[in-house]
C-alpha cells in the first residue's frame, strides 16, 4: 500500500460512494485490490488533526481519468471524505458492515428488532451498502412481509437516521399520494389552497422513483426545490407553505438511499412505501396527514381489500409514531390530468390554478375535494364545509396569487421550452375510454425521457369517459431527441389493451 494523491471527480452515481484508480496501479501492485472490491480511503484532516475515511466500491480506468499515483472520488464520496484535491491520502480493502448479516437473515425469514433495523439504516445513510447489499434489503422487504411490530420499529428506526424539522406549531398540514397514477399533481393545488386559508403546509415531496415524474421533478420545472433546511423556514414563514425536494435536507436520509436501488428495479414495496411515507411526513415536521390511496387495476393498489389492509397498516404505524392519519381512497382508471412529464404536468397544475378554460377537471376535482378534507380534518372549517371553502379560494384567484408567492420565495424558474421531437397517436376504434392502462402509458412516458428530461413525456387529447372516432388523435408523444422518441412508439406499439374502450360512440 502507498500514498495516492486525492482527486475530485465530477461523477453522479446516485449516493453511491465510487472509488476510481488507474488500472497500473493495480498492475504494479500499488494497492492490492479488484475492481468492485470494497475499498477504504483515508487521510488526515489538517484542520483538526484528525483521520477521516468512507469506503466505497472500486472501480478501475484505463484512460487519462487519472493517473496512477492519484485516487479518484465520485462527487458524494468526495464531499463526504471531506479532505481538498491533492491531499495525500491512503487505501486498503474494507469489510462489509456486520450489519448486512441482518440483512441475510431477513431473506431467509428471520424477524428483526429495532436495533437491527438502527444498524441496517445506520449503515446505509453512512454509504457503507453496495448497491448489492441495497439491493438485499429491498428485496428482503418484498420478500419477506413484516408485522406491525417490526414494521413500526423500521419506520422509527428510518425516521432517526435523519434530521427532523420544527415549526412550533400545534397544527402542520401535509398531504400524500403512495403514487402509481400519472399526472395526480393535486399537492401543487393544495399546498396554496391550504396557505391562503391559514394552514402551515411545508411539503416535502420525492422525486420519482418508478413514474415519469414526482411532484418534486413536477415543481422543479417552476421553481427551486432543493431547498436547505434554513431555506426552507425562511419559505414557510414568508408564504405558509412550501412544495420542497425532501432529498436535499436529510429528512430519513436512509430512505433516500434506499429509493435509488428502488427506482432502476421498479419495485416499491408495502413496507417500504408505508416506512418511507411515514417516516418523511414525521420528519417534515407534520401533526395532520392525509394519504391518497388511489385504486386500480393497472395502479400500485388493485383492490379495494388491499386499500383497506394498506390503510389499516398507515393509521396504526401512524398512530404509533404520533401522526395524525386520515385515508382518502380514490379511484384510478387512468391517469390524472393531461400531461404525464415535469413540464406537461406543470402546465396541468397552471390551467387549474388560472381557471382556465379546458383546464382538467379531474385534476380540479380531486384537488379540491383533498384540499376540504384537509381543511375539515385540521378544523379550521367544520364537517361538509371543506369543500366550499377550497373552491372559493381556488374561483377567487387567492389559490393562484398564494402559488405564485411561493414560487418566487424558492426562486422562480423559466419553463423549459416544448420537446422537439413529438408524435401523435391516433384511437384504433370508435368508442367511449373506459380505462387507460396508469402503468403502461407511465412506461412510455419513460421511455421517451421523463423525468431525467422535464419535456419529455406524454400529452393526452383524451381521457377517462370521453368518447372518440377510429383515426382521433387520443395523445402525444413528446422526446428530446429521435431515439426516445423511436424508443417510447415502439413501446406503445407493443402494447396491448394501452386503452380500452366501452363500445359505442
Known amino acids: 500500500m502507498r500514498d495516492f494523491r486525492l482527486k475530485h471527480l465530477p461523477l453522479d452515481t446516485m449516493r453511491e460512494h465510487v472509488i476510481v484508480i488507474h488500472e497500473r496501479a493495480v498492475q504494479n501492485g500499488n494497492l492490492g485490490l479488484h475492481p468492485l472490491d470494497r475499498a477504504r480511503v483515508f487521510g488526515i484532516d489538517s484542520q483538526t488533526g484528525k483521520q477521516r475515511e468512507i469506503t466505497g466500491v472500486l472501480n478501475v480506468c484505463g484512460d487519462d481519468l487519472i493517473e496512477p499515483d492519484e485516487i479518484g472520488l465520485s462527487e458524494e464520496a468526495f464531499r463526504d471524505l471531506g479532505l481538498p484535491h491533492g491531499a495525500a491520502v491512503g487505501a486498503s480493502l474494507a469489510v462489509a458492515p456486520a450489519s448486512v448479516d441482518l440483512v441475510r437473515s431477513k431473506l431467509r425469514g428471520k424477524r428483526l428488532r429495532r436495533e437491527d433495523f438502527d444498524a441496517i439504516l445506520t ?17 428482503g422487504c418484498a420478500f419477506e412481509k413484516f408485522d406491525l411490530s417490526e414494521l413500526t420499529d423500521f419506520t422509527s428506526a428510518m425516521i ?8 412550533g406549531s400545534s397544527i402542520v398540514a401535509d398531504k400524500h399520494c403512495i403514487g402509481g397514477v400519472p399526472g395526480n399533481r393535486t399537492t401543487m393545488i393544495v399546498v396554496p389552497i391550504l396557505a391562503e386559508l391559514g394552514l402551515k403546509i411545508p411539503k416535502t415531496s420525492s422525486r420519482a422513483i418508478t413514474s415519469p415524474a414526482g411532484t418534486g421533478d413536477t415543481m422543479a420545472v417552476l421553481a427551486d426545490v432543493a431547498l436547505s433546511a434554513e431555506r426552507l423556514y425562511r419559505v414557510v414563514e414568508e408564504v405558509g407553505g412550501c412544495i420542497a425536494w425532501g432529498g436535499a435536507l436529510e429528512l430519513a436520509p436512509a430512505d433516500d438511499i434506499l429509493i435509488t436501488v428502488e427506482r432502476p428495479m421498479e419495485i ?35 383492490t379495494p381489500e388491499f386499500a ?63 384540499a376540504g378534507r384537509l381543511l375539515e380534518m385540521t378544523g379550521v372549517e367544520p364537517p361538509s364545509r371543506g369543500y366550499e371553502a377550497a373552491r372559493r379560494t381556488l374561483d377567487s384567484g387567492a389559490a393562484l396569487k398564494r402559488f405564485d408567492r411561493i414560487v418566487d420565495a424558492q426562486g422562480r424558474r423559466e419553463m423549459p421550452p416544448e420537446a422537439v421531437w413529438r408524435r401523435t397517436l391516433a384511437a384504433g376504434q370508435a368508442g367511449r375510454i373506459a380505462q387507460i392502462d396508469c402503468w403502461q402509458i407511465s412506461r ?11 419535456s419529455a413525456g406524454v400529452k393526452l387529447y383524451k381521457n377517462v369517459g370521453d368518447s372518440v372516432t377510429q383515426g382521433e388523435p387520443i395523445f402525444e408523444i413528446h422526446a428530446e431527441s429521435d431515439s426516445q422518441l423511436q424508443a417510447a412508439l415502439e413501446y406503445s406499439n407493443s402494447v396491448r389493451r394501452l386503452v380500452r374502450y366501452d363500445e359505442g360512440p
Do not use: C
Not at 329 to 356: F, K, M, Q, W
Not at 445 to 450: E, F, L, Q
Open 123 to 139: 449503515d446505509v445513510a453512512a454509504r457503507r451498502y453496495s448497491r448489492v447489499e441495497l439491493s438485499m434489503f429491498v428485496l
Open 160 to 167: 432517526a437516521t435523519g434530521e427532523q424539522l420544527r415549526f
Open 268 to 302: 416499491d414495496t408495502e413496507a417500504q412505501m408505508v416506512a418511507s411515507i411515514l417516516a418523511k411526513k414525521k420528519t417534515a415536521g407534520a401533526t395532520h396527514v392525509l394519504i391518497d390511496i388511489p385504486v386500480g387495476s393497472s395502479a400500485k393498489v388493485k
Open 308 to 370: 383497506e389492509h394498506l390503510s389499516g397498516l398507515f393509521m396504526a404505524v401512524g398512530e404509533r409514531i404520533g401522526l395524525r392519519l386520515e385515508i382518502a381512497t380514490t379511484r384510478a382508471l387512468g391517469p390524472v390530468g393531461y400531461g404525464i412529464g415535469p413540464r406537461l404536468e406543470a402546465l396541468d397544475v397552471l390551467s387549474v390554478l388560472r381557471r382556465e378554460p379546458g383546464a382538467p377537471a379531474d385534476l380540479r376535482e380531486k384537488s379540491l375535494m383533498l
Open 444 to 454: 412510455v412516458a419513460k421511455r421517451a425521457g421523463a423525468p431525467s428530461n422535464a
